[in-house]
């Protein structure tokens, strides 16, 4: 962006910290912008993925081809429709909640490596950074259940903030060995420890650097893959994750007051945080930014790749939601605990083993 | 995974220094309110709980309420009828059916002779079989949208519009038929739905085994219904629990075989009764099962039915422009999806009844919620609702 | 530990198999019919609203007393020669389309058309009138009960025929 900005006339003559305004703010409005206009599209993605799974058409009749517009008509209906306050709710609480939670979800987005150029802020804590953020949302959620002034509200909000911070656990652990692997936190150096061929890529064992070893750590960076994926289902509230916001019982839980604005921006919040953390996944596991094969890394440009791969996990984490029952609470809670912690503590355990072995 | 449903017992906090003081705490009343986002309809549950465990629930009904007993104190045996789809509107077939023989049984035991023909009670038979696959296929659906998966509902809407196309074929209207009548069906089965129904038999079948692989075999859907609200056989009978229900108990008892009423004797199915599968005999599951098997040995006597269906006759038997039946009453029951239904009509001689009571199976099925409610936690309580295959309609009448 | 691991078999494998159903189903074309550009014609047995042809009508009243909500309303005056029908009406706020008006009519001219939309904005809009000015009564002459007609379509003669904007007749 500096670099942009620099070559402008009037911007080479402003005092330094201006010019750096100027330019983080448009970094931002522009990050802001295109993820709002891709939550957008994620909300259409997901009625339409629903219903041809369900034998059913989604909609239709918004936009030229396939509904293509019913977003928009969404986002009018919002902006449209009444605000309504809960009698005895906590206003301040109330109110901040939607807040925190989307600012929890697009704080996240600063560190988010779309291509090597493309990176918002390229912090040396980057990955611990995400998970920092996306704690914000906790607070978020407890706000909003607590200040709603309603039983369902606050069984939503209590179990949601339970579900979010238990499965933070294994979704950091389940990221160590890679870690420790690459030796940094840095979004940007973890993907380029990955680049060539796609055997270089963390979920198939980073062969590059382990040489025949590589059996072993593909093993346990495929566990480590599977565990991140289901913690991170669970940290924003997808099925089989989803009791927070159940339909059957508890209307839909920690949101279940709110209405136009506000509800759009906690579901904006949601959706963002779920394009997060597939794109996490993609820079952790995939490769991020390169395809894998030499060749199409020169030609296409590498926001593409990046984007295309974190839209197919999107798609995955939509596919699971219409096939999967929920679990309940209690099921949750031991699944974190009693499986996923230890497994990936072993996991850490062994690759650390691993990584002496061959030191 | 070891015991995750066995309720949480409540531990008394103590710190270094309390005497073994608990912490203050107050149990939480809650209303699962009549309107419901899970497909019930509307019935109101007070539940007292603990956080999550449940210590009371009471359920309140009532808000279905149309006076249809009263109704039928004014309405002539005949007009009767089209309010007895109303009652149980996923089964309306069958709800008609149950009221049309015990009018026929009331004026049987009056005197009056009369005799059904073949052919319509091979048509009953087919239809109420039909109407029982579409109420389970309804019960299957929505209990996976309270469990959480809402892609089976679709589909088992999907399966549930083939045979509402067939019941329109024959009787015209897809959910609030009217067609059995005292003495008969209104009218005979035409050629196309004949051959309709020979379509869905066919591909039925597959559609069964989709959804034992969707959902019936899913490990969460398992966590979620295995031993959870048992109700056992004892239970069962003390509350007067019907159908499914106490099939999924253990106790072989359906109507069916058991009062034979109709021309059932001549089919060859099974009665499905719960095992205890996956979990302990009589929970949740298993009366899932139960329903899934019988849809599937409804299919069988469909099947056997359409076979042997007689040459096209006569589908009423001759009954008098004003039915009038001779004092007396008499108490009459039918196997419909939900259970035990039953008619109690009372008649001092005139042209309407008395009285007519109905014995509905959801009312009784719903109350063993209290017992088998207590000490599960909230999510089990709705999967309980679930399995129990209520129908306000039915319920409040 | 042995049944940790068998569970976490079985989860994943019967998540997978449902996973494939739902895969299968992402390339089906849906079952869905887009109902306002496409529509089925009805079955020949279709109920749909009641539709009365007045010049066969016998005013014998059969009709009112069969329905079990009374939504029928039917006036008449006079007697012997001098019998006129002033008002017949179908009450379609109460109408529950159970057709046993249509069975004991001596003439069939009351029968169950295929129409089903006709919404209005306004409930005094549902009660269709079928006869605007007195009318003498049929005489039904000694021949064959004339078959029911089943494509007509519930075209009330004056009145209430819909709501602003709304349906067809």
Redo the contacts between chains.
């Keep these: 962006m500096t670099q942009l900005l620099g070559g402008m006339p009037i911007m080479a003559d402003l005092p330094g910290w201006a010019f750096t305004l100027i330019a983080m703010s448009g970094v931002g409005i522009i990050l802001l912008l295109s993820i709002a206009v891709a939550v957008m599209i994620f909300s259409w993605a997901e009625r339409k ?9 989604g909609p ?1 009749e918004v936009g030229p081809w396939q509904g293509t517009l019913q977003p928009i008509a969404d986002g009018v209906k919002f902006l449209l429709k009444e605000d309504i306050w809960p009698t005895g709710a906590d206003k301040p609480l109330w109110r901040l909640a939607p807040l925190l939670i989307f600012t929890g979800a697009f704080l996240s987005y600063v560190v988010i490596p779309f291509g090597p150029n493309f990176i918002g802020a390229k912090l040396d804590v980057g990955l611990f950074y995400i998970f920092a953020t996306s704690s914000i949302v906790v607070v978020g959620i407890i706000s909003a259940g607590w200040g709603s002034n309603n ?2 509200a606050l ?1 939503g909000a209590v179990r949601g903030a339970a579900q979010v911070i238990s499965y933070e656990i294994p979704l950091s652990l389940a990221i160590m060995p890679i870690v420790l692997h690459v030796g940094s936190l840095n979004l940007g150096e973890i993907i380029t420890a990955q680049r060539g061929w796609f055997v270089n890529w963390h979920a198939f064992g980073n062969w590059g650097s382990h040489g025949f070893a590589g059996i072993l750590s593909l093993v346990s960076f495929q566990i480590s893959l599977w565990i991140y994926f289901i913690s991170s289902l669970a940290e924003v509230n997808r ?2 994750f ?2 927070p916001e ?4 508890l ?1 839909s839980g920690y949101h279940t007051e709110y209405s136009g604005m506000k509800f759009a921006f906690m579901m904006l919040g949601e959706y963002a945080d779920v394009f997060v953390v597939s794109a996490i996944a993609v820079t952790v596991f995939l490769g991020g930014w390169y395809s894998g094969i030499p060749v199409i890394d020169r030609f296409v440009p590498a926001p593409l790749i990046f984007v295309s791969k974190s839209l197919f996990l999107v798609f995955v984490q939509m ?2 939601r ?10 949750l809670m ?2 974190c605990w009693k ?1 996923l912690i230890p497994i990936t503590l072993a996991n850490l355990f062994l690759y650390g083993l691993l990584r002496t072995a061959l030191a | 995974m070891n015991d995750t449903s066995a309720p949480l017992r409540h531990l008394p906090a103590t710190r270094e220094g309390d005497a073994a003081k608990p912490i203050k705490s107050e149990l939480l009343h809650i209303n699962m309110g009549p309107q419901h986002p899970s497909t019930h309809g509307v019935l109101r549950l007070f539940i007292t709980t603990d956080g999550e465990v449940v210590h009371n629930v009471t359920p309140y009904i009532g808000y279905l309420h149309r006076c249809a007993e009263k109704i039928a104190e004014g309405n002539s045996y005949h007009q009767y009828i089209v309010y007895t789809d109303r009652m149980d509107y996923l089964a309306a077939m069958n709800c008609n059916w149950g009221y049309c023989l015990a009018v026929e049984e009331l004026l049987r035991a009056g005197g009056m002779e009369f005799e059904i023909p073949e052919y319509a009670e091979y048509i009953r038979v087919i239809i109420g079989e039909l109407n029982r696959i579409a109420s389970h296929l309804i019960a299957f659906g929505t209990y996976g949208l309270d469990i959480g998966a809402m892609t089976p509902f679709f589909h088992a809407l999907r399966e549930r519009e083939a045979i509402l196309n067939i019941f329109e074929k024959v009787c015209g209207a897809r959910l609030m038929y009217s067609y059995y009548d005292i003495g008969g069906v209104k009218w005979d089965l035409p050629d196309d739905a004949l051959e309709e129904i020979k379509i869905f038999l066919d591909l039925f079948p597959d559609k069964l085994k989709e959804y034992d692989e969707l959902l019936t075999g899913n490990k969460i859907f398992v966590e979620r219904t295995a031993n959870v609200g048992v109700v056992d056989a004892a239970t069962c009978q003390d509350y007067g629990c019907t159908g499914p229900v106490l099939r999924g108990a253990g106790v072989s008892w359906d109507l069916r075989r058991n009062d034979t009423y109709s021309i059932y004797d001549r089919f060859d199915f099974d009665i499905p009764v719960g095992k205890g599968l996956v979990g302990t005999v009589g929970d949740c599951w298993d009366r899932y099962w139960v329903r899934m098997q019988e849809m599937e040995q409804s299919s069988r006597i469909i099947q056997q039915a359409v076979e042997r269906l007689p040459a096209r006759g006569e589908c009423m038997a001759e009954m008098p422009k004003n039915l009038k039946a001779a004092p007396g009453e008499l108490y009459t029951r039918t196997e419909s999806p939900k259970g035990e239904l039953g008619f109690y009509i009372v008649s001092d001689g005139g042209p309407v009844p008395f009285r007519c009571k109905t014995r509905s199976p959801a009312f009784h099925n719903l109350h063993v919620i209290v017992k088998a409610g207590q000490g599960q936690m909230i999510s089990d309580l709705c999967a309980t609702i679930g399995s129990l295959d209520l129908v306000l309609g039915e319920i409040d009448r | 530990m042995v049944k940790l691991v068998k569970d976490i078999y079985e989860t994943f494998s019967t998540i997978f198999k449902g996973m494939g159903i739902t895969r299968r189903y992402l390339g089906k074309k849906p079952v869905t019919q887009q109902f306002p550009y496409e529509r089925w014609a009805m079955p020949e047995r279709f109920r749909g609203f009641v539709h009365n042809d007045v010049p066969r009508c016998t005013a014998c009243l059969l009709c009112a007393k069969a329905c079990p909500v009374d939504c029928i309303y039917i006036d008449v005056e006079g007697k012997g020669k001098e019998r006129q029908m002033t008002r017949y009406a179908i009450d379609y706020n109460k109408c529950i389309w159970c057709s046993l008006c249509t069975e004991p009519c001596p003439t069939n001219c009351i029968t169950m058309s295929h129409d089903y939309d006709h919404s209005v904005y306004l409930r005094e809009r549902l009660v269709y009138e079928f006869v605007d000015e007195p009318v003498v009564p049929f005489k039904p002459s000694k021949e064959k009960k004339p078959e029911p007609d089943a494509t007509g379509t519930a075209t009330p003669v004056a009145g209430a025929s819909g709501g602003e904007g709304g349906a067809q007749a």
């Design positions: 993925v629903a219903a041809y799974i369900q034998s059913r058409y239709m039983k369902w069984y099925v089989p989803d009791l159940t339909e059957s019982e209307v596919w699971l219409w096939t999967l029952p929920r679990l309940r609470v209690d099921q031991h699944v499986v």
